[in-house]
């Protein structure tokens, strides 16, 4: 259990002051460019002369004029292609010939073939689409601005966050909007099951790609040099979504590193001077998937992505979904992030055809790079007045008067601002109007009755809906619009759980905590690896300036407003501990001593409705798979379960003395270990 205690960390406070973090940490609040809505002009101008009008996409400076079918020929009679084949030959016996062939069948699965044909479509539709079920698509013009300086300059990465499959086409719709590039797009091969829909997709930039690779040398390697192919030449930018897949909670994934590593690889062998990384930011009002969502986290299996899905889904257009935000942040240089932190001369002692595996320090690397654009994405993303209202509803359950919802949320507001925040909220507009009319946008989830706004927890019909618990379904679409507020409050949350877990106001004590909590949670949140003393320092700062806590040489210690503050922080992470709880005491009495995720989920969702019928737990967050697989994830991570690859399956088990300290810690039953060198 050694690995539960908090890293070696430094960190000093030289003045006595109670602000003594204050002088060495000091966040600058960040001044957002104007949103400029795009559906304007498209409600004046018709779908049919935008789709068709003259498009002329400024390009890099470097590009060399090809086709679709020139990027496929290029990767196939490439030398790294050559000597894959070559290597596999000779390790399976396989004629070259016959690898030749299935790498050209493995090319012409994934590859893109864009028109300009397609794009028009798809402007066409999109534009009557998002006019029907969008009030609003807005973006920040100066980022446009600064990626048409940079799409010139050097091949660019799109990096957008996911939350919905309008993100990508949403994205596309915007850049032909503004005469940029439309980007080549990494999709999952489920799209391929869509008849029409999937050859629709290539044709406007699309490239299909397996979730996983499964050790297959020839698709990586034939995967890889495809990517790099179109990011050598120019031929347009390359988005890819680095979470991998939705995000069903809300809250930002843990970043994948595939694609990330592959893009970067011609910067390190020297084929590029340069390569921008492009967070984008994508914020919605109202997420369409959102019922989806729930079920999907509640155990319904996935959908299989289909034509006839997609038009029995057509039902949406009938339902408003209020604003979109979309953000573009600023050009990332490649080479400056490299500078004085990654040496390229490793990549020089073999040619450039020949794959490597990438070295610790490169991963170390790639995993920070990732980090970094992740905290950029979050950053950007816009809070809608409903974010604020439903996190102090949740706190408030079921229902809560409205006058007193108005004044919490105005509380909120106020609070977000501090924490620097990025809030749409219209001013112009009477708060009482702003948070009305944010209840009825969300009316499938709240109502207002009689001066009572009311959590829509039962259905008028039947507790029970397609076999799951109304309430649940319901309960979990509110969190996931919480968890947009935490992504932002992650840092002054935990101080605030951390002060309340520690015993007296030590700020050593604090800080040991505050390690031992980021520790536990980092497969739920975004930390930057090796930045937990700047993470608490941001915390105790935000915490600082909104007057909640006072800050001495030794101690920290609570205001006399703060402790509305901090009850309310605790209130919005503290769901979060009480599930990793709920885990540990279920893994405790896990009956068979090896078993695999699939057998944990069910059981554990099981036990966790066991708990909840029987009243002993009011968490109902802990329902979410998302949570269970990542509780899972932290529980390997942290040695208290093991595990091990039987017959191509992980098997689990529990290592019990170190889960229930585990449990304990969580449960302040067991003093949490403090840093041996920490000087605060």
Same mark, same amino acid.
């Given at each position: 259990m050694d690995s539960l205690r908090p890293a070696n960390s430094h960190f000093s406070a030289s003045s006595t002051s109670p602000g003594a973090v204050v002088l060495l940490y000091a966040k600058e609040l960040k001044k957002w460019d104007e949103f400029e809505d795009t559906l304007e002009e498209r409600k004046h101008v018709s779908d049919l002369k935008f789709a068709m009008k003259c498009y002329t996409p400024l390009v890099y400076?470097?590009?060399?004029?090809?086709?679709?079918?020139?990027?496929? /020929?290029?990767?196939?009679?490439?030398?790294?292609?050559?000597?894959?084949?070559?290597?596999?030959?000779?390790?399976?016996?396989?004629?070259?010939?016959?690898?030749?062939?299935?790498?050209?069948?493995?090319?012409?699965?994934?590859?893109?073939?864009?028109?300009?044909? =397609?794009?028009?479509?798809?402007?066409?539709?999109?534009?009557?689409?998002?006019?029907?079920?969008?009030?609003? !698509?807005? #973006?920040?013009?100066?980022?446009?601005?600064?990626?048409?300086?940079?799409?010139?300059?050097?091949?660019?990465?799109?990096?957008?966050?996911?939350?919905?499959?309008?993100?990508?086409?949403?994205?596309?719709?915007?850049?032909?909007?503004?005469?940029l590039p439309v980007p080549v797009i990494a999709a999952g091969m489920d799209f391929l099951g869509m008849k029409i829909v999937g050859e629709l997709l290539r044709m406007s930039g699309a490239f299909f790609?397996?979730? @996983?690779?499964?050790?297959?040398?020839?698709?990586? =390697?034939? +995967?890889?040099?495809?990517?790099?192919?179109?990011?050598?030449?120019?031929?347009?930018?390359?988005?890819?979504?680095?979470?991998?897949?939705?995000?069903?909670?809300?809250? $930002?994934?843990?970043?994948?590193?595939?694609?990330? %590593?592959?893009?970067?690889?011609?910067?390190?062998?020297?084929?590029?001077?340069? @390569?921008?990384?492009?967070?984008?930011?994508?914020?919605?009002?109202?997420?369409?998937?959102?019922?989806?969502?729930?079920?999907?986290?509640?155990?319904?299996?996935?959908?299989?992505?289909? @034509?006839?899905?997609?038009?029995?889904?057509?039902?949406?257009?009938?339902?408003?979904?209020?604003?979109?935000? #979309?953000?573009?942040?600023?050009?990332v240089s490649l080479r400056s992030l490299a500078a004085a932190r990654m040496s390229r001369s490793p990549y020089n002692l073999v040619p450039r055809y020949i794959p490597q595996k990438p070295s610790e320090e490169m991963h170390a690397f790639v995993t920070e790079v990732a980090c970094k654009m992740q905290l950029l994405q979050i950053e950007n993303l816009v809070l809608s007045p409903w974010v604020l209202a439903v996190a102090v509803l949740l706190q408030n359950r079921p229902s809560m008067d409205f006058d007193a919802l108005v004044e919490k949320t105005l509380w909120l507001k106020a609070l977000t601002q501090a924490f620097g925040g990025f809030l749409q909220w219209p001013d112009n507009e009477p708060a009482e109007e702003v948070v009305q009319s944010s209840i009825l946008l969300h009316s499938n989830l709240a109502s207002l009755v009689k001066d009572q706004v009311i959590l829509k927890v039962n259905s008028r019909d039947s507790e029970v809906v397609n076999g799951l618990i109304f309430q649940h379904i $319901?309960?979990?679409? /509110?969190?996931?619009?919480? %968890? &947009?507020?935490? %992504?932002?409050?992650?840092?002054?949350?935990l101080v605030a759980v951390a002060l309340q877990m520690?015993?007296?106001?030590?700020?050593?004590?604090?800080?040991?905590?505050?390690?031992?909590? /980021?520790?536990? +949670?980092?497969?739920?949140?975004?930390?930057?690896?090796?930045?937990?003393?700047?993470?608490?320092?941001?915390?105790?700062?935000?915490?600082?300036?909104?007057?909640?806590?006072?800050? $001495?040489t030794k101690d920290i210690l609570v205001t006399e407003k703060g402790n509305t503050v901090l009850e309310f922080l605790v209130g919005l992470f503290k769901p979060f501990v009480e599930c990793y709880q709920i885990i540990c005491k279920y893994l405790l009495h896990e009956e068979e001593d090896h078993f695999t995720e699939k057998h944990y989920?069910? =059981?554990?969702?099981?036990?966790? %409705?066991?708990?909840?019928?029987?009243? @002993?737990? &009011?968490?109902?967050?802990?329902?979410?798979?998302?949570?269970?697989?990542?509780?899972?994830? =932290?529980? !390997?991570?942290?040695?208290? #379960?093991?595990r091990e690859k039987v017959n191509n399956d992980n098997m689990y088990s529990v290592n019990e003395p170190a889960l229930r300290k585990l449990?304990?810690?969580?449960? /302040?039953?067991?003093?949490?270990?403090?840093?041996?060198?920490?000087?605060?």
């Open positions: 400076k470097g590009i060399i004029p090809c086709k679709p079918s020139d990027i496929k /020929c290029s990767v196939l009679s490439s030398e790294e292609i050559h000597y894959v084949i070559k290597q596999l030959s000779k390790e399976s016996s396989q004629p070259v010939d016959v690898l030749r062939e299935e790498a050209s069948e493995i090319l012409e699965e994934m590859s893109h073939k864009l028109r300009v044909g =397609a794009i028009r479509f798809f402007a066409f539709a999109l534009s009557k689409i998002f006019k029907q079920i969008f009030s609003k !698509v807005c #973006v920040n013009e100066e980022g446009i601005q600064k990626l048409q300086r940079a799409i010139q300059e050097y091949p660019v990465i799109l990096l957008p966050s996911h939350r919905s499959y309008i993100d990508f086409l949403m994205l596309s719709f915007l850049l032909y909007s503004y005469d790609m397996r979730r @996983t690779f499964g050790g297959d040398k020839l698709y990586w =390697a034939v +995967f890889s040099e495809y990517v790099k192919t179109m990011l050598r030449s120019g031929y347009a930018p390359v988005e890819f979504f680095l979470e991998g897949t939705r995000s069903r909670s809300a809250k $930002t994934l843990t970043p994948k590193f595939g694609l990330l %590593n592959i893009v970067m690889e011609p910067f390190f062998k020297r084929e590029v001077f340069d @390569t921008y990384l492009v967070p984008i930011s994508i914020s919605y009002d109202k997420i369409l998937e959102e019922t989806l969502y729930a079920y999907e986290l509640l155990g319904v299996p996935k959908p299989k992505e289909s @034509t006839t899905g997609l038009l029995k889904a057509r039902r949406v257009l009938s339902e408003n979904f209020g604003s979109v935000h #979309v953000y573009f942040g600023d050009p $319901t309960l979990l679409m /509110c969190s996931a619009y919480r %968890n &947009q507020l935490l %992504n932002i409050f992650v840092r002054p949350s520690t015993p007296g106001f030590r700020k050593e004590d604090v800080y040991s905590c505050f390690c031992f909590l /980021c520790s536990v +949670f980092s497969d739920e949140f975004i930390f930057l690896p090796g930045n937990t003393v700047r993470d608490f320092e941001e915390g105790c700062y935000l915490l600082c300036k909104s007057d909640t806590i006072h800050m $001495t989920l069910a =059981a554990v969702r099981k036990f966790t %409705n066991q708990l909840l019928d029987q009243g @002993t737990s &009011q968490c109902y967050d802990v329902l979410s798979s998302d949570v269970q697989k990542n509780a899972l994830a =932290a529980c !390997v991570r942290l040695g208290v #379960v093991e449990e304990e810690m969580l449960g /302040c039953k067991t003093p949490i270990g403090k840093p041996v060198t920490a000087k605060l």
